[in-house]
């Protein structure tokens, strides 16, 4: 090959390179449009999906088309078909969400139900054929669903496939506008269980069951906003309405009507979890702590406790052990002893306002036993049985800048 020749063939390969990196650069500024996979129960077609037309039959026959980001959007209906198993798991999820997919009713909850099944060869519903109602893992979305039906294995209590038979989260996913109603799960959390994170937000959990945590299971982890949690329960164990095991955080919600056979009808902290700007009423336990009970960790910041009622102590919290209320108001709750709290190790309560609480023995406003410190707080108002209107110490417990006006008792009507 000539000079000539050699020159011509390297300026050709420098156009072409060229022209291949400018290619290149500009397909890197395509937008990508996210795609929207439809579903109806009645459509001609069942699939692909791309109109109303051939929208497919059950969501999850959508769900498993989509890709991340897409949308599937979710026409009125009743969706008790179809499902898929989880990695790593066995029980049946009618949707089962490990893509960062947006899963979206048209109509919202009250015309969008996702039913799930309960094993129709076991009394209590748990057994091989049940059905969860939705699985949803990091980034995936349901909005706008009514879950009920849900139920779970009875093959380990401590197992994923016996938790959460509503919805389960893995590390991550929010579920928002749904209502989780008459789910059941032999382990944790009958309406939702959070396994390491996940979000919860401006949705209705009610009617539940479980073992543990009645209406919702905070494992580790997760977050409920502008949430109503109510008439859930529990049966043997504690957390009526909610079980925060070493995790968890509440904001503005709304706790109530819940029971517990175990503790905790309203909420059970065990080790850890938080409560902010929350409502807890009207919640029922024939243990202890019926509005909440701290089991070694625990906060309620800035929270309501009102009329709730336990039959052994602490009508509006239990503390065992640490345990934290800042700025609360605790007010007619009663209880066998410790009408509005009972403080059993180093629990603190903060500005707290204890009014209006009762119990048949001693310490309605406050019982303190074995440490325990008040701060600033007033307790007013309440009215002991037995002895220690305001509070009752034994064997311990402090208070400190507070103040006590208007109790009662037989005997003490102070402290």
């Known amino acids: 090959m000539n000079e000539s020749m050699m020159c011509y063939s390297w300026r050709l390969s420098r156009f072409i390179a060229v022209i291949v990196i400018c290619v290149v650069a500009m397909m890197g500024t395509v937008s990508v449009h996210a795609a929207t996979v439809y579903v109806a129960t009645n459509s001609l077609a069942d699939g692909p999906g791309t109109d109303w037309t051939n929208a497919f039959h059950t969501i999850q026959g959508a769900v498993n088309v989509a890709g991340d980001g897409d949308t599937v959007l979710v026409t009125n209906g009743v969706y008790d078909a179809g499902g898929a198993v989880a990695p790593g798991a066995g029980l049946t999820n009618r949707v089962c969400l490990t893509k960062a997919i ?5 109509s919202g909850p009250e015309n969008t139900l996702i039913v799930g099944t309960a094993d129709p060869g076991v009394e209590n519903g748990y057994g091989p054929t049940a059905v969860r109602c939705v699985y949803l893992s990091t980034n995936a979305v349901v909005s706008g669903f009514t879950l009920t039906n849900g139920n779970t294995f009875n093959d380990d209590y401590f197992s994923l496939n016996d938790s959460g038979g509503g919805v389960l989260f893995s590390y ?12 059941s799960a032999n382990g944790f959390g009958g309406g939702a269980y959070f396994d390491h994170g996940g979000t919860l937000a401006g949705c209705t959990v009610s009617g539940n069951f479980a073992v543990s945590g009645g209406g919702v299971c905070c494992k580790f982890g997760g977050t409920l906003n502008d949430c109503t949690i109510s008439t859930n329960s529990t049966y043997g164990d504690p957390g009526g309405g909610v079980y925060c095991w070493q995790g968890g955080t509440l904001n503005n919600c709304v706790i109530s009507g819940n029971y517990a056979e175990g503790g905790g009808g309203g909420v059970h902290f065990k080790q850890d979890g938080t409560l902010n700007s929350c409502t807890l009423s009207g919640n029922t336990t024939q243990g202890s702590g019926a509005g909440a009970y701290f089991n070694n960790g625990g906060t309620l910041t800035d929270c309501i406790v009102n009329g709730n009622s336990a039959t052994n102590q602490g009508g509006g919290a239990y503390c065992n052990g640490a345990g934290t209320l800042s700025h609360c108001t605790i007010s007619s709750n009663s209880a066998g002893a410790g009408g509005g709290v009972y403080c059993s190790g180093n629990a603190t309560l903060t500005n707290c306002t204890i009014r209006g609480n009762s119990t048949i023995g001693n310490g309605a406003g406050a019982f303190l036993t074995l440490g325990g410190t008040l701060y600033t707080c007033v307790l007013s108002g309440n009215s002991a049985g037995s002895t220690g209107g305001g509070a009752y110490f034994g ?4 208070l400190d800048g507070c103040t006590l006006s208007g109790n009662a008792a037989a005997r003490g009507s102070a402290a």
Not at 172 to 183: A, P, S, Y
């Open 172 to 183: 991550g996913g929010t579920v928002t506008n749904c209502v989780v109603t008459d789910c």
């Open 102 to 106: 947006t899963v979206q009713s048209v």
């Open 395 to 398: 064997n311990g417990g402090t």
